[in-house]
């Protein structure tokens, strides 16, 4: 039986009583469930535990356990575009199991995002993890200025490139890899050279432009299929 997931503190011991919270408690409410319906709670950073309901807005916990952390370590490095991209990219680069999102200030970005709107950001991708199941939920960093973002010790790094006759990489033994992914426009040629001084690989897309939205899932499935992260 597949339990329905509710975040929440995943890390107490076995029989302990966990309070909810209010959000947690809202999607009890929406999805009807009754005292003593069994539930999986995540926390976002591994921690997993089988729980059941109570009264009151509770669970008790019956068991839990930590996930093993997925190989390689994966980056995504993104030079903001509009908001209502970023919104759909988030959430899609959660379902493609990106563990980190390093939003970047480009040349070519709208302006600096509101403290509120990164914390907007930051429950999408919470929510995301929960809808998928995947134990983890990325970090978001930033926004950094792109000089900064881009800096990274990821052992592969890749710059998607829309019309480059770049080679797409195949199947890596990397323990991490970081990829990189311009705004509206693409990066600008000093953006370009920026990437390449500090060791990233052109990245293919295909022979059309993509949004940049778009172009987050291209390069995350594309290096997947190829066996580069995943």
């Known amino acids: 039986m597949t339990l329905r997931r509710l975040f929440g503190d995943a890390t107490a011991a076995e029989g302990a009583r966990v309070a909810l919270d209010p959000e947690a408690r809202k999607h009890v409410k929406v999805l009807r469930l009754s005292p003593g319906t069994p539930v999986e709670l995540f926390d976002g950073e591994g921690h997993l535990a089988e729980?059941?309901?109570?009264?009151?807005?509770?669970?008790?916990?019956?068991?839990?356990?930590?996930?093993?952390?997925?190989l390689p370590h994966t980056t995504l490095v993104w030079a903001l575009?509009?908001?209502?991209a970023v919104e759909l990219g988030i959430r899609m680069a959660t379902e493609l199991?990106?563990?980190a999102i390093r939003l970047a200030l480009g040349e070519r970005s709208p302006a600096e995002p509101s403290a509120k709107?990164?914390?907007?950001?930051?429950r999408i991708a919470r929510e995301a993890t929960r809808q998928c199941e995947r134990p983890t939920t990325p970090d978001l960093?930033?926004?950094r200025p792109f000089a900064e973002a881009a800096?990274?010790?990821?052992?592969?790094?890749l710059a998607a490139l829309a019309r480059t006759d770049a080679t797409e990489p195949v199947a890596?033994?990397?323990?991490?890899?970081a990829v990189a992914?311009?705004?509206?426009?693409?990066?600008?040629?000093?953006?370009?050279?920026?990437?390449?001084?500090?060791?990233?690989?052109?990245?293919?897309?295909?022979?059309?432009?993509?949004?940049?939205?778009?172009?987050?899932?291209?390069?995350?499935?594309?290096?997947?299929?190829?066996?580069?992260?995943?």
């Open 51 to 70: 729980a059941e309901l109570l009264e009151g807005g509770g669970v008790r916990i019956v068991r839990s356990w930590v996930a093993e952390p997925a």
């Open 81 to 84: 575009p509009k908001a209502p």
């Open 97 to 99: 199991g990106v563990d």
């Open 117 to 122: 709107k990164v914390e907007r950001w930051r």
């Open 141 to 143: 960093l930033g926004p």
């Open 151 to 157: 800096r990274t010790d990821a052992e592969l790094r």
């Open 172 to 177: 890596t033994a990397a323990a991490s890899v």
């Open 181 to 230: 992914i311009g705004p509206e426009g693409g990066f600008t040629d000093a953006e370009r050279a920026l990437l390449e001084e500090l060791g990233y690989l052109p990245l293919a897309l295909g022979p059309h432009v993509l949004r940049s939205d778009t172009a987050v899932v291209a390069a995350l499935a594309g290096i997947q299929r190829r066996g580069a992260i995943g």
